[in-house]
């Protein structure tokens, strides 16, 4: 989940590394395996109800959350995103969801000898949904909304994550204060001919079309909205919202809030046009009501709530796809008594603990790690659909891959797959803590995974015997965001997944200048400053955005620097990174669709699917 205002790379990097996280940025989530990121508000319907009667044709049947809007710049869930990856189009994509990125919109691209300037040649076979041709000056108007536009939440993606060249302007802000900020039409995005774009960056930076790859690049007619400066638009930005106009596989067809979502299928589509007749998707925010939709049929392709989940019932012996990141088999017998097919995929997420150092002493914070047994709670908790973490970055992007993952986490100081209450007591003593002088703290769970509920609360019993009195708080993720922004968590749980595949898609959340509630746009919530590992975290941080080309030297620097930071935070324990993330997805045999990559599920283009005979 995400929302976030504008960062910068250069400037903050997203520097808050959580508030990102903890704010829900683009990557930012609450999910744990129960499928419910949604941050937006809206009444649940049980789940129960059958599927429309009216769909005309074959529609594959999904379920989804409360969303807020589908316009692509303003969306910030994960329920908005896997309706919008459907409806939009950018330029490049995640193939099958797979970290590997391939031209989308575009059909070639090129880069300039200094890396700097990036040519797109666009698909001159593609088509709005409302019959104009797709060119080059919608991607300017695209990526000027995206940059300039009051509904943005994604402007640093342009302006500060790849860094496109820009100018700025004074803004005097409510309070008074003067701020620097983007100056509109002044970005170095231009339509060379009717179906080329070019773009210059400020300097090298080595995840361009992967960035670009994120929906919120999506291109959309020039003009129709009147948002930005120049354009009178032929409808408001919330009414574009709720009728979008995009140039994907699937055609908007209607969202009746908190019930229901169609898309039927766009036959000039210029890819391969979809195998169905369309996709409808039955908005129900609880899991457990989801589950009852699934079981009763209603739904062709699903997730099942960890509380659901019986790891007894799987047989993941169907092979490896993408690349090993997916495993094959079946599930069952389900609770209608049928058998289905399963996928499990290792995602390029994590969830974990992040502990406000202004509020949480060290000791404390240290004593929480020696006494999390990360494979106990994966079993018996998460029953085996999330792994054991030792390290924020995942181990498909973490330098050296899971070889050099697991290599490193040889060197984890409190041990992953124990529960050391025995060290945890020993530093509390050691730091004046005791049974007369009991430390107290309060973790905050996100309100819509009863897992990491439940973890909060097996932490809790064992940490009174080393001298800790914890409590735990549920918030929805509103609240929980709210009260992270104002420096007012202790402990909180959330999780991240990439934004883009590299290393510091996550280590921002750690960069501790990006940590500082105090500032306008933290990126998490942990506040860390002020000590000598924090140092080395900010200094590290320097060194990976110092040197963001696509150059083997600055990999290297970059991968050198990220060992630093993950070794700092293990030292004074900002964020306890307790597992990463498997995505599984169930589906009946009247159904075929390839397996997802790491991307996850809501990043997988469906026109290739294809729905059989129901029974």
């Not at 299928?265 to 979809?274: A, C, K, L, N, R």
């Not at 992040?354 to 004593?367: I, L, S, T, W």
Request: glycine share 8%; aromatic share 10%; net charge negative.
């Amino acid at each position: 989940m995400t929302d976030t205002d504008n960062l910068s790379r250069r400037r903050f990097l997203q520097a808050t590394g959580g508030a990102a996280s903890a704010v829900a940025l683009a990557g930012c989530t609450g999910d744990t395996g129960d499928e419910t990121t949604d941050e937006s508000a809206g009444n649940e319907t049980d789940g129960t109800e059958e599927v429309a009667e009216d769909l005309d044709g074959t529609y594959l049947r999904l379920t989804n959350s409360t969303m807020s809007t589908l316009d692509p710049i303003a969306a910030t869930g994960t329920s908005e995103g896997q309706v919008i990856q459907q409806i939009h189009e950018p330029l490049m994509n995640y193939a099958n969801a797979t970290a590997t990125v391939e031209p989308r919109l575009a059909t070639d691209y090129s880069i300039s000898e200094d890396l700097k300037t990036y040519t797109f040649e666009l698909n001159e076979d593609a088509t709005f949904h409302n019959g104009d041709d797709v060119t080059a000056d919608d991607v300017v108007y695209s990526w000027e909304r995206l940059a300039a536009s009051d509904a943005s939440k994604r402007a640093y993606f342009i302006l500060d994550s790849i860094g496109v060249e820009h100018e700025t302007t004074t803004k005097t802000t409510d309070d008074g204060e003067e701020k620097e900020v983007y100056k509109p039409g002044s970005m170095a995005v231009e339509a060379v001919d009717d179906y080329t774009v070019e773009m210059t960056i400020s300097e090298p930076f080595h995840s361009v079309p992967e960035v670009i790859a994120y929906t919120s690049f999506a291109v959309v007619p020039e003009g129709i909205v009147g948002d930005i400066e120049g354009y009178e638009g032929e409808m408001e930005q919330g009414e574009f919202g709720k009728d979008p106009v995009g140039a994907g596989p699937f055609q908007f067809e209607s969202w009746s809030p908190d019930t229901e979502a169609m898309a039927q299928s766009f036959e000039d589509y210029h890819g391969t046009v979809p195998k169905v007749d369309g996709i409808h998707w039955n908005i129900v925010t609880d899991a457990n009501a989801r589950y009852n939709y699934a079981m009763n049929k209603n739904a062709d392709y699903f997730p099942i709530p960890t509380n659901k989940f019986d790891p007894s019932k799987m047989s993941l012996d169907g092979g490896d796809a993408n690349g090993g990141s997916s495993t094959l088999g079946s599930y069952g017998e389900i609770r209608n008594g049928e058998t289905v097919n399963m996928v499990r995929t290792s995602t390029i997420g994590n969830y974990y603990l992040g502990f406000n150092v202004e509020k949480v002493d060290k000791p404390v914070r240290q004593a929480f790690a020696y006494a999390a047994n990360h494979q106990s709670l994966a079993e018996d908790v998460f029953k085996g659909t999330v792994k054991p973490a030792s390290h924020f970055v995942p181990p498909a992007i973490f330098p050296g891959g899971a070889t050099g993952y697991d290599e490193h986490a040889k060197d984890y100081p409190y041990g992953s797959t124990e529960t050391r209450l025995d060290k945890a007591r020993e530093i509390m003593e050691e730091a004046g803590y005791g049974e007369d002088n009991r430390a107290e703290v309060t973790i905050t769970a996100y309100e819509s995974s009863p897992v990491f509920q439940e973890t909060a609360r097996l932490l809790r019993d064992k940490l009174t015997s080393a001298y800790i009195d914890v409590t735990v708080d549920v918030a929805p993720f509103a609240a929980l965001r709210k009260q992270g922004l104002n420096g007012k968590l202790e402990v909180y749980t959330l999780g991240w997944l990439m934004d883009w595949p590299a290393p510091d898609n996550f280590l921002q959340l750690l960069n501790p200048p990006q940590t500082d509630t105090s500032s306008d746009a933290p990126v998490s919530y942990i506040n860390w400053q002020g000590t000598d590992a924090s140092d080395r975290a900010a200094e590290a941080w320097q060194t990976i955005s110092s040197n963001p080309q696509p150059t083997d030297e600055a990999q290297q620097a970059r991968d050198d620097a990220a060992i630093e930071m993950e070794e700092a935070n293990w030292e004074d324990v900002a964020m306890l990174t307790l597992f990463h993330d498997y995505k599984d997805r169930f589906w009946y045999d009247w159904v075929d669709i390839e397996p997802f990559g790491g991307a996850g599920p809501t990043r997988q283009l469906l026109n290739d699917v294809s729905v059989g005979e129901r029974n």
